[in-house]
């Protein structure tokens, strides 16, 4: 078992930078590829970045690369998001959520997820 606890959301306005945090306990962290994905009102959860359990691969979705790095403290054991150039459709819970394999990232099939952790952008 894995819990995982998002921390750092808040409400910035536009072209403003938030750091999320993402918290790991249990079985091994190093063990598990970490991705965050985001989930606006009235939209489906999507991908957002993912990285492997070395932390040397990671993958954006298109609407973050350039803006949004993803990295990990395995001996902290956790997962950080820091997005930069923040713009009003980036609004939404964001999640991390950790899976025992590397294959296929960007789907939804991971083994554990956190709560969320609401990030408003402001025009």
């Known amino acids: 078992q894995v819990q995982l606890v998002e921390t750092g959301g808040g409400l910035v306005q536009s072209g403003d930078s938030l750091r999320l945090s993402c918290a790991a306990s249990?079985?091994?962290?190093?063990?598990?590829?970490m991705g965050w994905f985001r989930q606006a009102p009235g939209k489906e959860r999507e991908f957002v970045a993912a990285?492997?359990?070395?932390?040397?691969?990671?993958d954006y979705a298109d609407s973050v690369k350039g803006r949004f790095t993803i990295s990990r403290d395995n001996a902290k054991k956790t997962v950080y998001l820091q997005m930069n150039s923040l713009k009003p459709e980036d609004t939404a819970v964001y999640y991390c959520?950790?899976?025992?394999?590397?294959?296929?990232?960007?789907?939804?099939?991971?083994?554990?997820w956190g709560q969320g952790t609401q990030v408003t952008v402001s025009s």
């Open positions: 959520a950790a899976k025992s394999s590397s294959f296929y990232l960007r789907g939804l099939n991971y083994d554990y």
């Open positions: 249990g079985r091994t962290f190093s063990n598990y590829a």
């Open positions: 990285i492997t359990w070395g932390g040397s691969n990671t």
